[in-house]
């Protein structure tokens, strides 16, 4: 309940702030954007979805696309460098 401290989510909050910037240049929603860069993978051929509407079936079937590679490879380097260095700030909190 009390995992996350203010301190996690403001730094996930901060090294987020990037890939929400995609959305805007992408004109997409944060899910269209996470099922996007899922299906740039030519190793993935299908991804399911969590889908308990018919808003969520819309809105995981439309508007998906190709992202660049430089903004692909912009958010492989957020897991690299920011949100391995949040896991270890969460690790250290027990």
Not at 34 to 45: D, F, M
Not at 57 to 76: A, H, I, P, R, W
Not at 82 to 92: L, P, R
Request: charged letters at 25%.
């Amino acid at each position: 309940k009390n995992r996350l401290t203010e301190e996690v989510i403001k730094a996930c909050a901060d090294a987020l702030e990037p890939v929400w910037k995609l959305c805007e240049k992408y004109h997409c929603t944060k899910t269209q954007l996470a099922l996007s860069y899922i299906l740039s993978y030519p190793e993935v051929s299908t991804i399911i979805p969590g889908i308990r509407t018919s808003e969520h079936v819309d809105s995981n079937t439309t508007g998906l696309f190709q992202l660049d590679e430089k903004d692909k490879k912009m958010m492989e380097q957020l897991g690299v460098n920011e949100f391995s260095q949040i896991m270890q700030m969460i690790q250290q909190q027990g």
